[in-house]
């Protein structure tokens, strides 16, 4: 087959984020060994005999591995987002957030913190509202007699910065000692405070964003040519474009529920999966995957390891996205 | 096989071409000749089903297509639109395996199988070469040959195309020509637009003469379009001369200056 010569990046890239997986465990105030580690995640399938303090246990699987979990699925969710997008919208600027899925799952979330809603009532009300914003556009955009992404592009960012403004609108009313703070530090973007409950939460959304696009993963190349050319190539457009515009808004808005906005991943990671193996989705999309989590990863343990206050992750992934991109641009031969 | 009937066809309430009727068989090249603007694109793009009918109706076989599905369209009609290009860097063999998706089930990728029908579609073009270039780095010739590879993987018994010979140097022209020629030995029926009226002369089982909103069915170009069809057809004054090559004769238009 022919693209046998590019699976070995796929085996490779596997590797690297297992092994940044276990790293990561290791970074933090708390010092982790490597055999401690290793006891104590194997504890739970085999009768280790216990010789580790409680605190690890605590840590291991209470504090580091959900916000590596978290790191991975987040890192995951928008780096495939905008994989998809960029093929459906034919256009590799685009980034996850081209229909308001994050300008919504922001004004959810501002809007629950300023009627005190508690973490569960934050998440559940910003991805809801991710969802909305998403639909709305959807809806607003068939009605339009154009072309039908450009529909969809011209209303995402009309309704994207209505929800902008709401949110600013909230920002404005609320209480500055208290909410204005909690808003804003959500905005930024962190995974310091994500729990075992939230990965649960959101596990299943993203999930189920993913594994349709991977099904699918031949016909996104096609939907990538001129509407005219894909129909013509016998591909029902309009369906496949709503299932990809829900796998996406589900994966983006669970993934920003939890870790407030992260920007500039979802246009990095899908741009250098490109670099190294091709526009392909059957082998675009484990690529993005692996790469996404794992630079998630290695930028969350940059935002916990490197100084005793911890960076909020969203500044980070720009800090660190923006001038990679730069490099990307300056280095692609292929281009 | 394929039965146009009283097609009228246009965007929104203004229609641009009215009652057009013809008939195509396997084996036929059908023309489309007409000034710029005249309506071909609109009618081309009504046969391929990316346009409403404004009125009447397509048939193949017995069947209105009009409620057919774009895989089953698919698998009987290929369209080549008059630019194409591919903003992500497919290479040639990608393109070509696209023309595969109508065959593939709604979550499948292309089989190995898949793979050889498109392969053997570019061995036919004798471009094997382009297998691994990336498409939207090819010339504009590369590209239509590539396309026409992809029609051909299709395999479809129809293959519509908005002017092939626009933008190719000479010789790309006449191999374009040439393959086109070869699909319709096979048994494909070809409907192309072209400004060469030359191309209907020489190629062509039937020219559509398009104008002022009415479509002219000239049956055997090479011994019915005369001089003057074409004069009426491009407000120019052509003359159509005879060349004697060996036992065959070739027919040329001039411009008369």
């Keep these: ?335 | 096989m394929l039965y146009v009937k009283d097609l009228s066809c246009g965007y929104k309430d203004k229609p641009i071409v009215e009652k057009v009727s013809f008939n195509g068989k396997p084996g036929d090249i059908i023309c489309l000749l007409g000034p710029n603007g005249s309506g071909k694109s609109t009618l081309i793009k009504t046969l391929v089903g990316l346009l409403e009918p404004m009125e009447g109706s397509v048939y193949i076989g017995d069947e209105n297509i009009k409620t057919w599905t774009w895989n089953r369209r698919a698998k009987t009609i290929s369209y080549i639109p008059q630019t194409f290009s591919s903003t992500f860097q497919y290479t040639g063999l990608d393109i070509v395996l696209m023309g595969r998706t109508s065959y593939l089930g709604f979550g499948s990728s292309p089989t190995e199988e898949d793979e050889r029908i498109a392969l053997e579609a570019m061995e036919m073009l004798k471009i094997l070469n382009l297998k691994d270039k990336i498409y939207s780095k090819m010339s504009g010739g590369e590209r239509q040959l590539v396309k026409i590879a992809q029609a051909i993987a299709q395999q479809s018994k129809i293959i519509i195309m908005d002017e092939p010979t626009n933008n190719l140097d000479f010789g790309n022209q006449i191999t374009t020509l040439n393959y086109l020629n070869k699909c319709a030995d096979r048994g494909m029926m070809v409907i192309m637009a072209t400004h060469f009226p030359e191309q209907a002369l020489s190629f062509g089982t039937k020219a559509l003469l398009v104008k002022n909103g009415g479509v002219e069915v000239v049956e055997e170009p090479e011994k019915n379009l005369k001089d003057v069809d074409l004069k009426k057809l491009y407000d120019v004054d052509v003359e159509i001369v005879e060349l004697r090559r060996k036992d065959k004769i070739v027919k040329m238009c001039l411009p008369v200056y």
């Design chain 1, 1 to 335: 087959m022919i693209k046998t010569k590019k699976k070995h990046y796929v085996y490779i890239f596997t590797i690297i984020l297992i092994l940044v997986f276990f790293i990561s465990f290791g970074i933090g105030r708390y010092p982790v060994n490597v055999v401690q580690l290793l006891k104590v995640l194997l504890s739970k399938f085999f009768p280790i005999d216990k010789d580790w303090p409680d605190t690890i246990n605590t840590i291991v699987f209470q504090v580091r591995l959900p916000r590596i979990i978290g790191a991975m699925l987040v890192g995951t969710s928008l780096s495939l987002s905008g994989a998809v997008y960029q093929g459906m919208f034919k256009n590799p600027l685009v980034s996850p957030d081209i229909l308001g899925v994050s300008s919504g799952a922001a004004f959810g979330a501002a809007l629950a913190i300023y009627l005190s809603f508690n973490t569960v009532g934050i998440q559940i009300t910003s991805f809801i509202f991710g969802l909305i914003a998403v639909g709305l556009v959807y809806l607003i955009s068939t009605k339009i007699k154009e072309d039908p992404i450009i529909s969809l592009v011209i209303t995402g960012v009309l309704v994207g910065s209505i929800f902008t403004a709401l949110t600013s609108l909230i920002k404005y009313l609320a209480d500055t000692d208290d909410k204005l703070p909690t808003i804003t530090f959500w905005l930024m973007g962190s995974l310091a405070s994500i729990s075992p409950r939230d990965i649960k939460a959101i596990v299943l959304p993203i999930l189920l964003g993913i594994i349709p696009l991977f099904i699918l993963r031949w016909r996104l190349n096609v939907l990538s040519l001129e509407e005219g050319e894909a129909k013509t190539l016998g591909l029902n457009t309009a369906r496949l474009r709503i299932i990809v515009i829900m796998c996406s808004t589900l994966m983006t808005a669970a993934s920003v529920s939890v870790s407030g906005m992260i920007g500039w991943i979802g246009l990095v990671i899908p741009h250098l999966s490109r670099m190294i193996v091709g526009p392909d989705y059957r082998i675009l999309l484990p690529t993005t995957l692996l790469l996404g989590s794992t630079y998630l990863l290695l930028i969350d343990n940059i935002a916990r390891g490197l100084t005793t206050v911890e960076i909020p992750l969203g500044i980070l992934t720009s800090l660190v996205g923006a001038p990679f991109f730069i490099i990307l641009l300056l280095t692609n031969k292929r281009s």
